[in-house]
């Protein structure tokens, strides 16, 4: 299947931060949710996808087209929602929407229109007047109507509710139904992850943890508990990370089998959730 | 916990997510379970997995990952441009996955009752008090 977004090797440098050879691919037709503490590093490489910063080293190919070289073609087939939204106070939404309107060679009037009236904005009402979760609802009806293959979204849901966050996920799964199109959206709400994104990406102090398939993450991993009076190094070292207490240890590994084998049913053997994943592999205590 | 349904015709599912079951498994599951009880015959066609991610609210890697592994236990078959649809089954094979369904389960219990102590005997006791009594109160009540 053919690969919309890949990133290799692509580095930021400031005074005080590093995004560090971050790699990954996403495929036509799925949705990929970067996920990562506050200042990991998510912000920064979704910038460096749209050009908005230049980067220090790596390259990004987008429909298959190096996004420096091909920066105008690229972001003419990109939807894009910041996470601070910038309009014109001032004007009315239909005429921010003209604005816009004007860069995209496949605007669609009719869809705007249609995706305003789902979302109850009165087309004439005053920027400034709408509420936060209406800016934001409003940003995304720009975003899907010029028939963008490529959904770049920086935390859209943060800040608002769950039914307005839910009805959001809708229209994105509506939005890839057809297989053509893909979604990258960063966000640190994991309900949203673990609802729609087939793929992770987790980003930590400006590294890629990991970047994977939802189920097969999922499937690899468990969290194992047990007595402190079997915890020896050799049984430390199957662990990615691990935690003890007064009362006994937990850990997260991939090598859950070979320890049931050895130890049985004396250990607990979990299941872990995204969120689980994350904080162990981010090296937190739980 | 809420869940969602899908009836596309003659296929339903039903998702629950407190249950400790990944989706996909759920969705793999029921979709066996109505092709081995004949709810589901040859040849019908099955919803595309991206329709039924959209409907039920869930990833497209989670349905297509349920219809990969109903492809390869031989419950369906996708044929290129024009969809997925249910296999054609054999009687005995028909019978052979329905034990296969249940064996899980089956091992669960088993592996339980180790632990608590309880005899093989004493558990087959059991269940055909269980089974009785279920009977008697029209329970059919899903414990998954």
């Known amino acids: ?286 | 916990m809420h869940s969602y349904t899908v009836k596309d015709d003659e296929v339903k599912i039903l998702i629950s997510h407190s249950n400790k079951q990944p989706i996909y498994e759920q969705i793999s599951f029921q979709i066996k379970e109505q092709i081995i009880n004949g709810e589901l015959e040859a040849g019908e066609l099955l919803p595309s997995i991206r329709n039924l991610a959209k409907e039920l609210h869930v990833s497209v890697i989670t349905t297509k990952r349920a219809y990969e592994e109903l492809e390869r236990d031989g419950f369906i078959h996708t044929v290129p441009g024009k969809g997925t649809f249910v296999a054609p089954q054999s009687l005995k094979s028909i019978e052979a996955k329905k034990y296969e369904l249940l064996d899980g389960d089956l091992l669960n219990i088993i592996n339980k009752s180790k632990v608590l102590n309880i005899s093989k005997e004493e558990l087959i006791r059991r269940i055909n008090i269980i089974y009785v009594e279920g009977d008697r109160d029209g329970n059919n009540f899903r414990n998954r």
């Open chain 1, 1 to 286: 299947m053919e690969t919309i977004l890949e990133i290799d090797n692509l580095s930021k440098e400031y005074a005080d931060f590093k995004l560090d050879n971050v790699s990954f691919n996403l495929k036509r037709g799925y949705i990929m949710g970067i996920i990562g503490p506050n200042g990991a590093g998510k912000t920064t490489t979704i910038k460096l996808i749209m050009n908005l910063i230049k980067r220090s080293s790596g390259e990004i190919k987008v429909f298959g087209l190096d996004n420096l070289k091909k920066e105008k073609e690229i972001k003419n087939r990109i939807g894009f929602v910041y996470s601070d939204i910038n309009f014109y106070e001032n004007f009315s939404v239909n005429n921010n929407a003209k604005i816009i309107a004007n860069f995209y060679d496949n605007w669609n009037w009719e869809i705007f229109y249609a995706y305003l009236e789902r979302f109850k904005i009165n087309k004439n009402q005053i920027f400034k007047d709408l509420s936060k979760g209406m800016k934001v609802k409003f940003a995304i009806s720009l975003a899907l109507s010029h028939d963008a293959e490529l959904l770049i979204m920086d935390e859209p849901t943060s800040g608002l509710d769950p039914i307005f966050r839910h009805e959001v996920i809708n229209i994105l799964q509506e939005y890839i139904e057809d297989g053509n199109r893909s979604i990258v959206f960063s966000t640190h709400i994991i309900s949203d992850i673990e609802k729609m994104a087939d793929y992770i990406t987790f980003i930590n102090k400006g590294k890629i943890v990991f970047s994977e398939d939802k189920i097969k993450l999922l499937d690899t991993y468990r969290i194992v508990k047990g007595g402190l009076d079997i915890l020896d190094d050799t049984l430390e070292n199957v662990f990615i990370n691990i935690t003890k207490n007064k009362y006994g240890f937990s850990g997260l590994t991939t090598n859950y089998s070979k320890l049931y084998e050895k130890y049985g049913s004396s250990l607990v053997i979990d299941k872990p959730n995204i969120e689980e994943i994350m904080i162990y592999m981010a090296g937190g205590n739980i």
